[in-house]
T-cell receptor, first 112, second 113 residues
Framework: DVKVTQSSRYLVKRTGEKVFLECVQD?????MFWYRQDPGLGLRLIYF???????EKGDIPEGYSVSREKKERFSLILESASTNQTSMYLC???????????FGPGTRLLVL | AQSVTQLDSQVPVFEEAPVELRCNYS??????LFWYVQYPNQGLQLLLK??????LVESINGFEAEFNKSQTSFHLRKPSVHISDTAEYFC???????????FGTGTRLLVSP
């Protein structure tokens, strides 16, 4: 079974803090993704990565950055957290060229 | 660009009743279609997918969806729902080498006894 884990289920941070969200997959997948999920808006793609050290902007990259130094790990960084980044963050991975994305359990972030 | 519309944000049904969750998409090229399910406090899981071939696809837990190219739809159906089907369901579309998934806004299915 593919396993995608995220470092925290719940996080509370203050405005202006730097926030790291970590995602690890154990199936040697080339592709990894970060989404945010908001009520009424569904999932929106923030960033994705095709391979180590490669990254592409998704639909809503503003205020975020990513890091992929190792194949199994994809980090999402909020350089200076703001209240409008309060959301559920979902990580996913996929074998290159295949259709199915495998999701982690999500991190619910609250920015005060 | 592709887009997905799920018109129903919430669908309440009684146990053992049939249900249909609607999904329409727009795209100028051929697409691949997916339904994902999110149970409470969990991530998303693939429920079923249409890539090619038969336009009717089925999941292992009794859901089915039919790809209708002329109506650009991929509605999800189940003839008799269980309490355990209570979840949020997301329709998604992808083109060419599955590079990106575009999701709908989700439909919350609420099954009551």
């Amino acid at each position: 079974d593919v396993k995608v884990t995220q470092s925290s289920r719940y996080l509370v941070k203050r405005t202006g803090e730097k926030v790291f969200l970590e995602c690890v997959q154990d199936m040697d997948h080339e592709n990894m993704f970060w989404y945010r999920q908001d009520p009424g808006l569904g999932l929106r793609l923030i960033y994705f990565s095709y391979d180590v050290k490669m990254k592409e902007k998704g639909d809503i990259p503003e205020g975020y950055s990513v890091s992929r130094e190792k194949k199994e790990r994809f980090s999402l960084i909020l350089e200076s957290a703001s209240t409008n980044q309060t959301s559920m963050y979902l990580c996913a991975s996929r074998l290159g060229g295949q259709e199915t994305q495998y999701f982690g359990p999500g991190t619910r972030l609250l920015v005060l | 660009a592709q887009s997905v519309t799920q018109l129903d944000s919430q669908v309440p049904v009684f146990e053992e009743a049939p249900v249909e969750l609607r999904c329409n998409y727009s795209s100028s090229v051929s697409v691949y279609l997916f339904w994902y399910v999110q149970y409470p406090n969990q991530g998303l899981q693939l429920l079923l997918k249409y890539l090619s071939g038969s336009t009717l696809v089925e999941s292992i837990n009794g859901f089915e969806a039919e790809f209708n190219k002329s109506q650009t739809s991929f509605h999800l159906r189940k003839p008799s729902v269980h309490i355990s089907d209570t979840a949020e369901y997301f329709c998604a579309v992808s083109v060419l080498s599955f590079q990106k998934l575009v999701f709908g806004t989700g439909t919350r299915l609420l099954v009551s006894p």
